[in-house]
């Protein structure tokens, strides 16, 4: 009985040890001498050509943004549009995610 207990045991301990957790790694790439950093995105389900996006610059996490790639602006919390200024983060974002 202690046998089966024994191999059931180890049975269990290398399913364990098999199982691969989800990775969270951010994509990052350096755009005009910064560091940018994609932390997390998502698609709009409405509109395809928007992607809500928290990333960061050389390291300084930015606050959320909705980026409009067909407008070319960004869209901060408070509801205010932006235009993307040069080099702006947005611009690698729809660069980097257009289909």
């Not at 290398?14 to 350096?30: F, G, R």
Request: hydrophobic share 40%; aromatic share 10%; with cysteine.
């Amino acid at each position: 009985m202690s046998a089966i207990r024994c191999l059931t045991f180890l049975l269990v301990l290398m399913l364990s040890l098999t199982v691969a957790l989800p990775a969270t790694a951010a994509v990052c790439q350096n755009y005009h001498g910064h560091r940018v950093c994609i932390l997390s995105i998502e698609r709009s389900a409405k509109n395809y050509w928007e992607y809500k996006a928290s990333v960061s610059v050389d390291d300084v996490k930015e606050p959320t943004k909705v980026y409009n790639c067909r407008s070319q602006v960004k869209i901060l919390k408070d509801g205010t549009f932006v235009p993307f200024g040069d080099k702006d983060p947005g611009e690698l974002i729809c660069r980097f995610f257009k289909r």
